[in-house]
């Protein structure tokens, strides 16, 4: 039996999906690690607040990335699943957006 070819357009989702996961993954890992180093910087020497602002922006930026790298499949997942899978993707999906605006509120603090 031959094996049925998909649709192009289903194929460029797919494929987009998982450019997005990879480049949301890889710059968060970047970000995670630059923050670690500007964080032991930061420890053993004493540098302006404009040092700490910096990374603390790279670390929601990461988490952004983190979103946007799980949003994506996460939601083709759901997808063609009943309401009650897509309604908790959504009310998990606001949390975590809520988490990193009021992590951004309090860094502001």
């Not at 988490?99 to 951004?104: E, I, K, L, S």
């Amino acid at each position: 039996m031959a094996r049925r070819e998909r649709p192009a357009e289903a194929r460029e989702r797919r494929d987009m999906q998982k450019t997005c996961a990879f480049w949301g993954l890889a710059i968060a890992a970047v970000l995670f690690v630059v923050a670690a180093v500007m964080g032991m910087i930061d420890k053993w020497v004493d540098v302006p607040q404009v040092f700490t602002t910096i990374m603390n922006i790279f670390n929601i930026v990461s988490k952004v990335a983190i979103l946007l790298a799980v949003a994506l499949p996460a939601y083709a997942y759901v997808r063609g699943r009943k309401r009650g899978w897509r309604i908790f993707y959504w009310v998990a999906l606001i949390i975590y957006a809520l988490c990193v605006v009021f992590d951004v509120v309090v860094i502001a603090a």
